[in-house]
């Protein structure tokens, strides 16, 4: 995301995500689990993605339940057009849940009651307004149990034709 977007999501991860849960920044997950042998692969593949190509359109669309918890809906083509070129290339190598297309959203609050996520549901709603945002790049993260370690990141930068 945008800086400014960034530090809003994040915020609201800070203020309504368990904290013995938020272990990574606010992010819009392409895909949840590539094997480590992918690693090298993916990453020449992401710079090279992010250097031809423009930043997506994306669109915050609305916000809206995860049971347990409330998120922001994302709509992209670009970003999925994106994501279907990277899965193009790892395949064979997709786990079950990662050979679907993703619903985008950025979660900022799971595993927390249903009333408790039914009120910050409410509440963002109230002040929710459609709009831009913007994607600045790409990044990759390893699970480490717990705390994510950052692999690499790569911002978009094609220009628009």
Request: proline share 8%.
């Amino acid at each position: 995301m945008g800086t400014a977007d960034q530090r809003r999501f994040d915020a609201l991860r800070a203020a309504h995500f368990p904290s013995d849960r938020n272990h990574l920044t606010a992010h819009i997950t392409l895909f949840h689990q590539l094997p480590p042998s992918c690693r090298d692969e993916l990453t020449r593949l992401i710079r090279a993605i992010a250097g031809d190509t423009p930043p997506p359109a994306a669109m915050l669309r609305e916000v809206y339940s995860l049971g347990g918890g409330v998120a922001y809906r994302i709509e992209s083509a670009d970003l999925l057009a994106i994501r279907e070129r990277i899965a193009d290339r790892f395949f064979g190598a997709l786990s079950a849940q990662d050979r679907g297309t993703p619903r985008l959203h950025i979660t900022v609050q799971n595993k927390v009651a249903p009333g408790q996520a039914r009120a910050l549901l409410a509440e963002l709603s109230d002040a929710f307004r459609p709009g831009p945002l913007p994607i600045a790049g790409l990044a990759a993260h390893d699970y480490r149990g717990g705390p994510w370690e950052p692999v690499f990141a790569a911002n978009f930068r094609g220009r628009r034709a």
